[in-house]
């Protein structure tokens, strides 16, 4: 059905209003009590399958290690019909430290020959206080682990991004499962200069350190997003500096800027009428692994690592947990696999452990890796 409505209408919408106009339905189905009990239903795991996908990650118990990725919920308002869908954890954001608008419009593009998307949104959002504050507010419905990405606010130098990230992690950390550092946008001047270490070391000490203060009663797991952009070299440097100031994960990876080298089958034409953006999607699955299998084995599980990128199907999520990641996060796909994306994920999974030489996901992590690099 949804491959149908894809086909002769979704496809043929903006794509940016057509996320807005499903959003919305999810959002008011969720919003529903009989209706949104009864898709839950039919879309949640069998007790078995919560059994076996049960995972602990960041010090939280989550119903398993499939998540939806920051950018689909930018400002927390569906985070009860995003769980509603099946997805075991929500990351919400990118949210930075004051209310933007982001890019001029058309600013997401569909590559469907691809099953990729562009974009080049510019973090737009209503800012941490009013993120926040909606936060605050919550009354969940379902039971859901919250991520809040946060990123800087595009007017704020790059001198004073430390301090920029600082005024949201002081306002959103209360109301985070866990944090996380973005500072691999592409959408944003400067953004990715972030990454380099010695940008990246005060910034994550200044965001921890804020977190620490906003919550002094529990410690709030804070992890760095980076591109797969990065040298190799570049990859373990931010590895190291992982482990030296005991950050509890990175996301390995956001969007590329790249378009050569990625097997694209859009026409060539289409692909520059587009123009600049990060590429999301199938494209993005060969580079995204390398580079989780390299921090993994850089970092064992000193780290927890939450793969991303490329992620489509249950063997997706599966060769991801077997290269090392704890928790794997999808976006892209699910605009073109829809509402079931979810549950035909958990039910591969789980078949996939079950055939397995392990007892456990958490058996499973960093498994090939380990092979590739014991030999």
């Given at each position: 059905m949804y491959p149908l409505l894809f086909s002769l209408l979704l496809k043929r919408l903006d794509p940016e209003r057509a996320h807005h106009l499903g959003f919305a339905l999810i959002r008011l189905v969720a919003r529903v009590p009989g209706l949104r009990s009864l898709?839950?239903?039919?879309?949640?795991?069998?007790r078995s399958q919560?059994?076996?996908?049960?995972?602990?990650?960041?010090?939280?118990?989550?119903?398993?290690?499939?998540?939806?990725?920051?950018g689909f919920d930018k400002n927390a308002v569906?985070?009860?019909?995003?769980?509603?869908?099946?997805?075991?954890?929500?990351?919400?954001g990118t949210v930075t430290a004051h209310a933007q608008s982001g890019n001029p419009t058309p600013r997401l593009f569909r590559l469907v020959a691809d099953r990729a998307l562009v974009n080049r949104m510019g973090f737009n959002n209503e800012g941490s206080a009013a993120v926040a504050a909606r936060l605050a507010?919550?009354?969940?419905?379902?039971?859901?682990?919250?991520?809040?990405?946060?990123?800087?606010?595009?007017?704020?130098?790059?001198s004073e991004a430390?301090?920029?990230?600082?005024?949201?992690?002081?306002?959103?950390?209360?109301?985070?499962?866990?944090?996380?550092?973005?500072?691999?946008?592409?959408?944003?001047?400067?953004?990715?200069?972030?990454?380099?270490?010695?940008?990246?070391?005060?910034?994550?000490?200044?965001?921890?350190s804020a977190a620490d203060a906003a919550v002094p009663d529990r410690r709030v797991p804070l992890l760095v997003k980076i591109a797969p952009d990065l040298a190799d070299e570049d990859v373990d440097a931010v590895a190291d500096l992982a482990v030296e100031l005991g950050l509890d994960g990175i996301i390995a990876t956001n969007t590329t800027i790249a378009r050569d080298g990625l097997g694209l089958t859009t026409d060539r034409a289409e692909i520059e009428a587009v123009g600049a953006g990060g590429l999301s999607g199938a494209p993005l699955k060969e580079r995204s692994l390398e580079v989780l299998r390299r921090l993994y084995a850089r970092v064992g599980d000193r780290v927890t690592l939450i793969g991303v990128g490329g992620v489509r199907t249950a063997d997706d999520v599966w060769e991801r947990v077997l290269a090392g990641a704890t928790l794997v996060q999808g976006y892209s796909a699910f605009v073109y696999?829809?509402?079931?994306?979810?549950?035909?994920?958990h039910r591969g999974l789980a078949a996939r452990l079950a055939a397995s030489p392990y007892a456990t996901l958490a058996e499973a992590v960093g498994a090939d890796t380990r092979k590739v690099t014991s030999r």
């Open positions: 898709v839950a239903a039919l879309l949640a795991p069998s919560r059994r076996a996908l049960a995972t602990e990650a960041l010090g939280l118990r989550m119903r398993g290690p499939f998540g939806l990725a920051a569906g985070i009860d019909g995003l769980t509603m869908l099946g997805f075991d954890h929500v990351e919400i507010k919550r009354r969940a419905v379902f039971p859901a682990t919250v991520g809040v990405n946060i990123g800087k606010t595009k007017v704020t130098p790059e430390a301090d920029d990230y600082a005024t949201s992690a002081r306002r959103l950390a209360p109301h985070a499962d866990y944090l996380v550092v973005n500072v691999s946008s592409p959408n944003t001047p400067g953004l990715r200069n972030l990454q380099a270490t010695e940008h990246l070391r005060p910034l994550l000490t200044a965001v921890r696999e829809g509402p079931l994306w979810c549950r035909r994920v």
